[in-house]
Nanobody
């Protein structure tokens, strides 16, 4: 079992910055593989924002390239999303995601979500 706890959301003006954090807790027999951030705005489907493998390989959605940076601390099982140059269209609930398990079984886990609102 894996639990994901997000923090760092809030209200920010256009052009501002926020940093999201997601801490994963897991049993010693569980390995956390790829971690990522998704977002969902009202009326829209949940979409990938960025992901990072345990080896540090990153993947970004085109709409955040050059503005957002994903990173992780494997020792702390924590993933971060640094969001700069925020736009009103970045307003959404941001969800942390982690693929975790054993070499024989993996599943996807989700956090509870954190609201990001970009507005003047």
């Amino acid at each position: 079992q894996v639990q994901l706890v997000e923090s760092g959301g809030g209200l920010v003006q256009p052009g501002g910055s926020l940093r999201l954090s997601c801490a994963a807790s897991a049993s010693s027999s569980t390995t956390i593989y790829t971690m990522g951030w998704y977002r969902q705005a009202p009326g829209n489907q949940r979409e990938l924002v960025a992901s990072i493998t345990s080896g540090g390989t990153t993947n970004y959605a085109d709409f955040v390239k050059g503005r957002f940076t994903i990173s992780r601390d494997n020792a702390k099982n924590t993933v971060y999303l640094q969001m700069n140059s925020l736009k009103p269209e970045d307003t959404a609930v941001y969800y942390c995601n982690a693929g975790a398990g054993t070499p024989y079984y993996r599943r996807s886990y989700w956090g509870q979500g954190t609201q990001v609102t970009v507005s003047s």
